[in-house]
């Protein structure tokens, strides 16, 4: 995008520069990738037309590269001011000149537009469409998961509590506060289709209904989702294979058994469960990329609606750059 403005001395000695950041590469990569246009398309209605006092508001091109920076480095409101000011890549990816950066209050107006009118699962779809007429979801199998997201446990605020919203959890020995991310991917691709944020509390295999996409017929799962093909709402879709993990331990159990006088049969059935959990790979990798990639393993905003809003388009944006390395590998494209 054209800056509307004159190069300030920053610009002009970014343009200068002969190195090319991994930064910008990143940045570059996630411009040819996003289907700008069909987003920009999704907001336009909702977009303010003019300023509370007549003004011309910033340019929805411009406002919706600023909040795909924000959310892929995580940064807060007035973070991702400063940042526009101090990186010269991140004012070039968003189309603005050193003297055209928004404040911190326009960056949180456009992310309350985008939570009023619940655009980003709007997004998120738009975004899976435009995968799935390239063919990247085969529909025909989907891997289940979820993860806990660490919310603060202070009551140090306004309301001297935590989130309400947020509740706690025991995994294995150790209790955890916040919420949980329910996803479901397509089990080739490993594209995310679905997605939930609920509390912590809230038991896996209850999410699963929601993590369908109606057309799939075999469900892959750890040993949470144990029990999930005798639940009535999933007895009513159409899946008829149900590949969950034993619990931890069960091996151990069953080698012990008497009557058991060869390690064949178990060895047997520790082959089939280390192929299965190589296939559930495919959902970690995306949680990989929510909490490690884009820095959110711990909650932003009080609230479940904030931070599904927030999930959705991370989720969105994980997709494009996931089906841009899964089509390399499978020669359909060129890097």
């Known amino acids: 995008m054209k800056k509307s403005g004159q190069l300030s001395f920053s610009d002009a000695e970014h343009a200068?520069?002969?190195?090319?950041?991994?930064?910008?590469?990143f940045l570059n990569h996630l411009d040819q990738l996003l289907p700008w246009h069909e987003l920009f398309a999704l907001i336009e209605p909702h977009y303010p037309k003019s300023g509370a006092r007549g003004q011309q508001p910033i340019g929805l091109a411009v406002m919706l590269r600023i909040h795909v920076s924000q959310i892929v480095y995580n940064y807060s409101d007035p973070g991702m001011e400063d940042a526009l000011y101090e990186v010269a890549s991140l004012r070039h990816f968003s189309g603005i000149g050193l003297d055209e950066?928004?404040?911190?209050?326009?960056?949180?107006?456009?992310?309350?537009?985008?939570e009023k009118h619940q655009l980003a699962a709007a997004l998120?779809?738009?975004?899976?469409?435009?995968?799935?007429?390239?063919?990247?979801?085969?529909?025909t199998g989907t891997i289940v998961d979820a993860s806990l997201i660490a919310a603060p446990t202070s009551t140090k605020n306004k309301e001297n509590a935590r989130d309400p919203d947020m509740h706690s959890s025991k995994k294995?020995?150790?209790?955890?506060?916040?919420?949980?991310?329910?996803?479901?991917?397509?089990s080739e691709s490993g594209l995310t289709h679905s997605l939930e944020f609920t509390s912590g509390n809230v038991a896996d295999i209850t999410e699963v209904i929601h993590?369908?996409?109606?057309?799939?017929?075999?469900?892959q799962g750890d040993a949470g989702y144990l029990g999930v093909d005798k639940r009535t709402e999933i007895q009513a879709t159409k899946l008829k294979e149900f590949a969950i993990a034993k619990r931890p331990g069960k091996l151990k159990k069953i080698k012990n058994t008497p009557g058991i006088t060869?390690?064949?049969f178990v060895d047997l059935l520790v082959a089939v469960e280390h192929e299965l959990a190589s296939r559930r790979a495919?959902?970690?990798?995306?949680?990989?990329?929510?909490?490690?990639?884009?820095?959110?393993?711990?909650?932003?905003?009080?609230g479940l609606m904030k931070n599904m809003s927030r999930f959705k388009l991370l989720?969105?944006?994980?997709?494009?750059?996931?089906?841009?390395?899964y089509e390399v590998r499978k020669g359909i494209v060129t890097p």
């Not at 950066?101 to 985008?114: M, N, S």
């Open 172 to 186: 294995g020995e150790m209790w955890h506060f916040g919420g949980k991310v329910h996803i479901g991917v397509d």
């Open 262 to 264: 060869t390690s064949l």
């Open 282 to 302: 495919k959902v970690e990798h995306v949680f990989r990329d929510l909490k490690v990639r884009f820095g959110y393993a711990k909650v932003r905003y009080r």
């Open 124 to 139: 998120f779809e738009k975004i899976n469409k435009t995968l799935s007429a390239r063919g990247l979801f085969l529909k």
């Open 101 to 114: 950066v928004p404040d911190e209050t326009t960056i949180l107006k456009f992310r309350h537009l985008l």
């Open 211 to 219: 993590l369908l996409h109606g057309e799939e017929t075999c469900l």
């Open 16 to 25: 200068l520069k002969k190195k090319q950041t991994r930064r910008e590469r």
């Open 315 to 325: 989720a969105g944006i994980a997709n494009v750059l996931r089906a841009f390395d």
